[in-house]
């Protein structure tokens, strides 16, 4: 693909160019068009939804054994890690974030492929023990056509995360990737096809949200919708199917506390807090961005964080020395600037970074140093919004108590994590915190089999896991008389 061609979507077997209409793909380590792709619109939805409902209601898919349908989702994910370092590659283009952070994602996508293959092997109905003449099961159904909405901090990832198990569960998948980070999304459609899966199952429409996604949220033809991105859109989504009936999947926002007691190995806190905030340069839903500390270490180990944080190597993202690479884009990165000055105006006091980094090598990316800030109340802004960049806000705490208060005193509940040589408090603590997944001595360990999602304004339902599977199926139940006489009143 050149900076010059318009890349078309595909509805069905025909080719779409947007009527010449179309969304640039950006790179963000320097500035530069990399690409052009067709901008589906609100009528593309109708064709889409129409193609998908077909091919649900009439391809073999959702009729075939599950094990046959893990034949076509193991070779999707064979041909993804075949394709690796071109998907890294363009991946890395598209959404500004380092190399080998893009090869991890692509591994990733390939991962949730074979996992849901190996699941349909293996997914069995609940048999229920009869209490009468009769046998009854439980059988998992396809809900029809998923809508599936993706934000653009992991693209492939987050679309495998749940084109994969839609599939797997029999459904047919429409997919509206975010306008930023729309390249991935038409790679997975083009190998989708490629492996053998049945024409109409797997549409991708890139184009924007308040147009095409909210035109598919509403089309009565979409069944279930499956959506990731930021609290407000999700409240909004979910207001729609509310009317509609239809079930939804919430992947939201976050706000994490990340807590030191004055046990934890210091070494192993501090890696630990750097890499929650600064990985990924702050754009995960999972970031560590509020760090409690036990009064009593507080000073040492903001110091030492502080250290370790000028030390961040930021640069290009195609450099294997870079551990930070730019935002996904300039006005994202104004965002960013922004609350840093709110933070600033309500009294905080950044102790590093605030700022653009001065590199000529980096002048025309949309950098920004990785910030640390403190003197802050718990209820500023900089501490209860959703900043999705790199600047962690430093808080002290008294004890147990104190810090439970602290860390669930936020609207999101997404994760937390906590650094402790006491294991009784960890899990007592653990257990007391209002998120969806809970670290210890350890942060951002994601597994492809361990449930993953929010409490509170954080989302609704799981993904990943068998949780993910059951995410887009819904439960039929079959009962087989067994009676030797006529039913009688
Ligand atoms: P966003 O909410 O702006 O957009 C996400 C997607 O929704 C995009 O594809 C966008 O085009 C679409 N969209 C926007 N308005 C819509 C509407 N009215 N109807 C239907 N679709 C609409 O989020 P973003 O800026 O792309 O991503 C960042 C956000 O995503 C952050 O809040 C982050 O925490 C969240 N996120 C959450 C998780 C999770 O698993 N919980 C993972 C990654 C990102």
């Known amino acids: ?183 991935l999304a038409l ?95 702050g754009q995960s839903c999972v970031a560590g961005t509020r760090l409690f500390v036990q009064k009593s270490l507080y000073g040492r180990f903001v110091d030492a964080l ?13 450099h294997p020395a870079t551990q930070m690479g730019p935002l996904v884009s300039k006005a994202h990165r104004a965002r960013v600037a922004g609350y840093v000055d709110i933070a600033r105006q309500e009294g905080g006091r950044v102790l590093v970074g605030g700022g653009i980094p001065d590199d000529a090598k980096l002048a025309n990316g949309w950098f920004y140093q990785p910030t640390v800030i403190e003197g802050l109340p718990n209820t500023a802004r900089a501490c209860q919004e959703e900043i999705f960049g790199p600047v962690l806000v430093c808080l002290p705490f008294e004890d147990e108590a104190d810090v439970i208060a602290q860390g669930n005193g936020t609207v999101f509940g997404l994760a937390a994590g906590m650094w402790t040589g006491d294991y009784a408090r960890a899990w007592r603590v653990a257990r007391e915190l209002e998120a969806g997944s809970v670290w210890i001595n350890t942060y951002k360990q994601s597994h492809i089999a361990t449930a993953f999602g929010g409490f509170k304004a954080s989302g609704i339902g799981r993904e990943k896991g068998f949780h993910g599977l059951r995410l887009y199926s819904q439960v039929k139940s079959v009962f087989f008389g067994m009676h030797d006489k006529p039913l009688g009143l």
């Open 306 to 318: 502080v250290e370790r944080t000028k030390k961040v190597r930021v640069g290009l993202p195609d």
């Open 187 to 281: 790679q997975l459609a083009r190998i989708c096809s490629e492996a053998g899966l049945p024409e109409g199952l797997l549409t991708v429409l890139p184009g924007y949200g308040e147009d095409v996604g909210a035109a598919l949220v509403k089309h009565p033809g979409v069944r279930m919708v499956s959506f990731t991105g930021g609290t407000d859109t999700g409240r909004a989504i979910a207001g729609v199917a509310g009317t509609r009936l239809i079930p939804v999947g919430l992947e939201l926002g976050g706000k994490s506390p990340h807590i030191v007691f004055d046990d934890a190995d210091f070494e192993k806190a501090v890696g630990g807090v750097l890499s929650g905030i600064f990985g990924s340069a």
């Open 1 to 183: 693909m050149t900076a010059e061609t318009i890349q078309p979507f595909r509805i069905g077997a025909e080719w779409r160019d947007g009527g010449g209409e179309c969304i640039r793909s950006v790179y963000a380590g320097d500035g530069s068009v990399i690409g052009a792709v067709a901008r589906a619109t609100a009528r593309d939805v109708d064709d889409a939804v129409e193609v998908a409902e077909k091919a649900f209601r009439t391809s073999p898919w959702r009729k075939l054994r599950p094990d046959v349908r893990a034949t076509t989702l193991y070779e999707i994910g064979r041909r993804i890690t075949a394709e690796r370092q071109d998907l890294a590659h363009l991946q890395m283009l598209d959404s500004g974030k380092p190399l080998k952070e893009c090869q991890h994602m692509v591994d990733n996508a390939a991962y949730f492929f074979r996992y849901y293959a190996a699941l349909c092997e293996t997914w069995q109905n609940e048999v229920t023990s009869p209490r009468g003449d009769y046998f009854s099961m439980s059988l998992a159904e396809p809900f029809g056509v998923v809508a599936a909405i993706t934000p653009w901090n992991s693209p492939i990832m987050a679309e495998a995360q749940k084109v994969a198990p839609a599939l797997a569960a029999g459904n047919a998948v429409i997919l509206k990737p975010s306008e930023e980070t729309p390249l």
